[in-house]
């Protein structure tokens, strides 16, 4: 059996890095594009393949397909999944570094679970050398976090202070339409339309927690390892070699 990773947008590059990962270890592992799948990729998914499928709410018409195409796989579904190399915190960290203020879609209501990266690379090990009686797993981390207060613990962080102010849905909903038309949009229009809905635990599938590997790293404890960047001073902050610093402290 093999580790199949679906990534949509900016979670391709999670899925590619996941994908990596489990096959320097000597898990078979390979990403595919959700996009490419309507083209003729699902002949690449066995019935005995893990998928896992990366995005925002997993109701695209894209990942739909996959689903109904793989009723007999075991599929992973995370919720945001984060890591140095992410397109989520790493780019509101770059945007809060940058402007002034910033923007609460539906007043910053919309939760969250994070889970790490490598919280779900354990999931993943977990599910292919077990059994579990579960096609569906739904994987999250070990809090609900709503987008505003991600964004203060981003500030936090990164030791800045900006204005977040909510916005008028007519409002994004014309900015987004501008955003997506660019090389790397920072919103399109689905994803503004996605972040009314909550990417938490929907109770109708078992959790990595139900199958007893509970995440274990607490989001604003794991993005202050690599937060320094975005601090005054960049890679030649004091907060990175104070990190540095205790790290060497518990190993020594």
Known sequence: SKVIICGVGKSGIIASKISATLSSVGTPSFPISANDCSHGDLGRISKDDVLILISYS????????????????KILRPSVVYSV?????????????????????????????????SDLTDVI?????????????????PEIINFKEILKKLLKLINKRRILFPMPLPIANISAQIFQLMPSPLLTVDQLRLLKYDN??????????????????????????YS?????????????????????????
């Not at 090990?125 to 981390?141: A, M, R, Y």
Request: charged share 25%; net charge positive.
């Open 85 to 117: 190399d992410d397109g989520f915190s790493t780019t509101f960290m770059t945007l809060l570094n940058r402007l002034p203020m910033f923007p609460l879609y539906y007043s910053g209501k919309t939760k969250f679970m994070p889970i790490h990266c």
């Open 58 to 73: 997993g109701n695209t018409s894209e990942l739909k397909n996959i689903i109904k195409y793989a009723k007999s796989n």
């Open 228 to 252: 320094f960047m975005w601090r005054d001073g960049g890679q030649f902050s004091l907060e990175k070699y104070n990190i540095e610093d205790k790290s060497n402290d518990q190993n020594g």
């Open 200 to 225: 938490i635990s929907s109770k109708k599938y078992k959790t990595n927690f139900d199958i007893g590997v509970p995440s274990i790293r607490y989001f604003d404890k794991e993005v202050k390892k």
């Open 125 to 141: 090990l977990f599910t292919l050398s077990n059994n579990i009686n579960s096609n569906i797993i739904e994987c999250v981390g």
